[in-house]
């Protein structure tokens, strides 16, 4: 029984639903199919109508231009529409729409309604308070307003397909004009295939936590860790799931109908990253990056021993409130704890006020494209909403060790570490390798010919050896948007990682003896490439299953972080 199941099972004894919620959900279902289909035609007409489609084909060049232009228009008249209301009211009425969309992919919903949550925030109209009923948030619910939320999500679905085909574009689609509709793609069976297999993998298994090019955030906490914090994932669909009314220290279990799943992570990786880049004199980190470990950290305290409703709240809907006193008197007391953690950690970044910290995250800038996560912090006078969701991505996003400077010492921190993460992944499975395995950062020497390139990763089950290279490339917004040079260089760095490293496993397995090895116990020995994230390439030398566990599941010449992990057998964190 998987540990979800079990939790909830543990959890089902008492239900908890929100009825104001399900009477929203209700008058959405029944408005939909109509307003949804209106808006929808609507939005495309007015940006066609600003950008005719041309009558001949597309090349994937002019198409990503030609959607570039229709993605702006789009975006400004969404942006219109969202000065109605305050983002903190927009994010209240988007968080409550039900499962109305077509998700060919289990990655379209969650993607669609981070969207429509951006694009939200773009508002400008100030909220002066949360609106309150016996005890939680209550905005007015009218047909109008209905009518006004499902045409921000249409027209939102709308950019989602733009989107779409920009991604599409710049990996070599070329598109067919349409009257009066968006143009389509034009038959080409080897790209389709390569991205039909690449959207096959991705949402089979999901970047999660090596997305800034190694494993910063750490699934399990250990005794000595920083003090750990929860983050949260969306679910493609609502689903009942366990959560606490209360505190987790004193609450009592709960099961209610939610959309995102909490988890606690440790960020023992962050500290270790950083103390070693600190001891190189390198600077990589965003000064965003500790005002945002500071506030989970304190909302995390917050959840853990104080909060009634926080967690019904969290589960449901992805975000928690409270009012400004309140959390800034929170932030104000466990701050002296976190300060002697963050002090050694982050020296040049030492905030000493509450204030500090929110005015901090309150100023990181809205980015449409690349699309990047929305503002953590929604002000309503007195009230503040805290978006968990957007945390979470954005700490993701902070923790890439990248910097803005492209210091090779800041890539050769992150490629160290990102091997590090590869081989204890390993080491957690039955692939562990014995004592007399060739061990991690081992270079191989056949007689009568140079060193080859060492190991950076191994794994070892009876008789075959696992010989991984890792490539820690992070999964930046350039790359989630599809740009064309972006997605191009990772796809040759892959290419080119694959066909030297099959040269590698060819070498060795027709030298089984070398002059510094002995490889001859070894019936096989596997050579595969390992990204943090899911690479896209055309099909074939990279895209090859060289192996097929007990379980069916494929090991190719390229693979992810995760689809590794799901091969040797680990339990997922």
């Known amino acids: 029984m998987s540990k979800r199941r079990r939790a909830l099972k543990a959890h089902r004894a008492r239900l908890a639903l929100d009825n104001q919620a399900l009477e929203f959900a209700a008058l959405a279902e029944r408005e ?53 209301y305050p983002s903190v009211q927009w994010l209240w009425y988007l968080r409550r729409l039900p499962d109305l969309f077509d998700d060919s992919l289990s990655t379209t919903g969650p993607y669609d309604r981070a969207l429509m949550d951006l694009m939200a925030a773009t508002s400008n109209k100030a909220c002066p308070q949360l609106p309150l009923q016996d005890g939680q948030i209550s905005f007015p619910v009218t047909d109008g307003i209905m009518r006004r939320v499902l045409r921000l999500s249409a027209m939102t679905i709308t950019l989602s397909d733009i989107h779409s085909r920009l991604r599409r574009a710049s990996k070599g689609v070329a598109f067919s004009p349409q009257p009066e509709d968006l143009p389509v793609d034009v038959a080409n069976a080897p790209v389709h295939d390569a991205i039909k297999l690449y959207d096959q993998r991705v949402c089979a298994n999901p970047t999660g936590l090596t997305s800034p090019g190694t494993r910063m955030l750490s699934p399990e906490w250990r005794d000595g860790d920083p003090l750990p914090i929860f983050l949260v994932s969306p679910l493609p669909s609502w689903d009942m ?66 909060t009634s409703a926080g967690w019904l709240s969290l589960v449901r809907y992805g975000y928690v409130s409270l009012r400004r006193e309140a959390l800034e008197e929170l932030l104000s007391r466990t701050l002296p704890t976190l300060q002697a953690e963050l002090a050694a950690w982050l020296p040049l970044d030492n905030f000493t006020e509450a204030q500090q910290i929110l005015e901090r995250l309150d100023h990181m800038p809205l980015r449409l494209w690349p699309q990047e996560p929305g503002p953590v912090v929604h002000w309503a006078g007195p009230d503040i909403l805290i978006d968990f ?7 993701h ?3 890439t060790v990248a910097g803005t400077t492209h210091d090779p010492k800041v890539a050769k921190v992150r490629a160290d570490h990102f091997e590090q993460t590869v081989q204890h992944l390993i080491d957690q ?9 060739p061990i991690r ?104 299953v060289i192996d097929t566990n007990a379980q069916g599941q494929p090991l190719r010449a390229a693979n992810s972080f995760e689809e590794l992990a799901t091969w040797l057998g680990a339990e997922k964190g």
């Open 32 to 84: 939909w199919p109509r307003t949804g289909t209106t808006w929808r035609q609507h939005s495309l007409k007015a940006a066609l109508a600003t950008h005719p489609p041309v009558e001949q084909e597309l090349d994937p060049q002019t198409a990503g231009e030609y959607f570039t232009a229709l993605r702006r228009t789009t975006e400004a008249a969404i942006r219109d529409l969202t000065q109605s």
């Open 241 to 306: 799931l366990p959560t606490w009314q209360g505190s987790l220290d004193r609450g009592i279990p709960m099961t209610t109908r939610g959309r995102f799943q909490p988890h606690l992570v440790s960020l023992r990786e962050v500290r270790a990253v950083l103390a070693q880049t600190s001891a190189l004199s390198i600077r990589w980190w965003e000064p965003e990056l500790p005002a945002m470990i500071a506030l989970l950290q304190a909302l995390s305290h917050y959840l853990t021993h104080y």
């Open 389 to 395: 969701e957007a945390a979470s991505r954005h700490l």
């Open 397 to 399: 996003r902070l923790c």
């Open 429 to 437: 499975t039955p692939w562990k390798p014995s004592q007399s395995a």
């Open 441 to 544: 950062g081992f270079k191989p020497r056949p007689r009568g010919t140079k060193v080859l390139t060492d190991f950076d990763a191994v794994g070892e089950l009876s008789d075959t050896l696992l010989i991984v290279s890792c490539k820690s490339h992070p999964y930046t917004a350039s790359y989630d948007a599809g740009d064309h040079k972006t997605v191009r260089n990772v796809a040759s760095l892959v290419e080119n990682a694959v066909t030297k490293w099959a040269e590698v496993v060819a070498t060795l397995t027709g030298r089984p003896v070398g002059a510094n090895y002995d490889f001859s116990r070894y019936r096989r020995i596997l050579g595969t490439v390992c990204l943090p994230h899911t690479p896209y390439t055309s099909l074939g030398p990279a895209t090859e």
